[in-house]
């Protein structure tokens, strides 16, 4: 056990719909990344945020977009669903912004009908 | 542009034979690499870290890793393979000095026969 957890484990919804998902670090760690996890692209950066503040951006759609919030929880909100964005999504966490390892939680399974 | 390429997508191995599994970074600065394992429907989990420490990194469950920069490779060991060992690899890549995100290699699924 990581220590991170994301809910729910599993999604299904239909095309256009949008969902939240949602990832609590562990206890202490300020940085929150999501990252993307599918067949065709492999596991991909979104987005990282540090004590509630945007840090980095990797390949986040514009139709997707993260926050943090004051207790560090993040959540990551996917909207206009497509078929292609059917993926895992991990959260990750780590204590600092640099070389630190990333802990990472269970991942939501998004499907996408 | 830093980037990971792990060679072979499937590797096969008898029980306890050897374990390797490739992988070259490509970075302008000095990276941080990692390896990770991912089981079946679990989230990834760290085996061992490089930061510019010692070059050969010791990880869990008996897994180790050489940095050599000269070939900039960061290519996973294990002297004998376990059923357990059955998994998906990534490595993954990550700079010294700036942000944090891990850019990954295409993983590498590792089967193990009796």
């Known amino acids: 056990d990581s220590g991170v957890t994301q809910t729910p484990k599993h999604l299904i919804t239909a095309t256009g719909q949008r969902v939240t998902l949602r990832c609590s670090p562990r206890?202490?760690?300020?940085?929150v990344y999501w990252y993307q996890q599918s067949l065709d692209q492999g596991l991909q950066f979104l987005i990282q945020y540090y004590n509630g503040e945007e840090r980095a951006k990797g390949n986040i759609l514009e139709r997707f977009s993260a926050q943090q919030f004051p207790d560090l929880h993040s959540e990551l909100n996917l909207s206009s669903l497509e078929l292609g964005d059917s993926a895992l999504y991990f959260c990750?966490?780590?204590?600092?912004?640099?070389?630190?390892?990333?802990?990472f939680g269970p991942g939501t399974r998004l499907t996408v009908l | 542009a830093q980037s990971v390429t792990q060679l072979g997508s499937h590797v096969s191995v008898s029980e306890g034979a050897l374990v390797l599994l490739r992988c070259n970074y490509s970075s302008s600065v000095p990276p941080y690499l990692f390896w990770y394992v991912q089981y079946p429907n679990q989230g990834l989990q760290l085996l061992l870290k490089y930061t510019s420490a010692a070059t050969l990194v010791k990880g869990i469950n008996g897994f180790e890793a050489e940095f050599k920069k000269s070939e900039t490779s960061f290519h996973l060991t294990k002297p004998s393979a376990h059923m357990s060992d059955a998994a998906e690899y990534f490595c993954?890549?990550?700079?010294?000095?700036?942000?944090?995100?891990?850019?990954f290699g295409a993983g590498t699924r590792l089967a193990v026969h009796p």
């Open positions: 993954a890549v990550t700079l010294s000095g700036g942000y944090n995100k891990l850019i």
């Open positions: 990750a966490s780590s204590s600092s912004q640099q070389g630190d390892t990333q802990y």
């Open positions: 206890s202490g760690d300020l940085s």
